[in-house]
């Protein structure tokens, strides 16, 4: 396209107004120069005066006058559900299944487990921090007895102080035991 | 507000009916120009737009303000169209001719009643192919911008600025011809 046939491609919008500044100037230069640009603007501008942008609208105005839109309020629109969604929202579903089944395997495991459960002890690093209760149950006495034994001489020892009701619970247990024995 | 901007802030607030309301009574003419100048019978256009309005209603799910309203309802308006015509051709090929004859003296008794302006432009209108066409209604009577028509048609820039200028320079040829007496 050379810059003739480019210049006459602006002419409608320029004479409808609806060109860029920087366009505008490269109009006006070349109308001011080209005679058969300048018919050309003429002819077009004919076309624009026949056909006013305002008698179209009144005429389709008209037109569109007795087009009565009425919306059925039964008609309510239906809920969609775009393709995609479906695929995501199956998906999903599948999802929360599966962790729902997941969740419940779990806790019913845990459950089996506390039914079998074993009572682990943990040894304390010092005699004091045992309960009395810890100290009365069998497991303890069994597994760490001569663990809180031995502690409880370290502890002497060092000069810490005791938790009173071990004392004595300890107390009790040596003598019931060297009784146990002169019995025997 | 515009009224692209009221209804979205209708339809943001949940208000369907009173956002249609709005974009009946602004789109109106538009909708059914545009489905005129397809279907080119009033009934026709006038049963189409009823029927675009209610596929908005059902479809105001998919509508996300990406584009404008206008540009939405005219991809509505526009795919109607197209299949109304598609319909129309394949039942047409199955009429009777005494049946044409009939619709053709129907045309002509309701050319009479137009105004002499309508007459014309719908005479100037026939003599555009349909890009040309819609190119020069969009852009001169509806001031739309090429971006704006170019996602409406699905055309390039450039192809519209072209659509548009052939369009102006073949009115202009008409209205030569016209005024010499070649066309009545």
Known sequence: MNNHEYIEQLLPDYINGTLSEADIYIVEQALATSKDLQQKHDEYAQVFSALKKEDIIQLMNQEAESVDVIIPLKAKKKMVIPKIMIGTTTSIAACLLLWVGINNQISSNVQNVDVKKIPTIELAETIDEYTPLELQSEDVEEVILDEILTLYVSDIESGKEINPLLEKEITDYLLQESSDEEIL | ?184
């Open chain 2, 1 to 184: 507000m515009k009224p692209e901007q009221d209804i979205l802030y209708l339809l943001e607030k949940g208000k369907t009916h009173e956002a249609m309301s709005i974009m009946m009574s602004n789109y109106k003419r538009f909708v059914h120009s545009t489905a005129m100048r397809y279907l080119k019978d009033d009934d026709d256009a006038k049963d189409l737009t009823q029927e675009v309005f209610i596929k908005a209603y059902n479809s105001l799910d998919y509508f996300r303000g990406d584009s404008k309203i206008q540009t939405w309802l005219y991809a509505i308006t526009r795919n109607l169209c197209l299949n109304a015509l598609d319909k129309k051709k394949r039942k047409g090929n199955m009429i009777h001719l005494d049946t044409l004859e009939v619709f053709s003296n129907e045309k002509s008794d309701s050319l009479v009643n137009e105004s002499e302006f309508t007459h014309f432009f719908k005479q100037c209108m026939s003599i555009l192919p349909e890009k040309q066409r819609e190119t020069f209604i969009l852009r001169h009577v509806e001031e739309l911008s090429y971006e704006e028509i170019s996602e409406m048609l699905g055309t390039s820039i450039g192809g519209l600025k072209a659509n548009y200028y052939q369009a102006v320079q073949k009115l202009s040829l008409y209205l030569s011809s016209k005024k010499e007496g070649n066309i009545q």
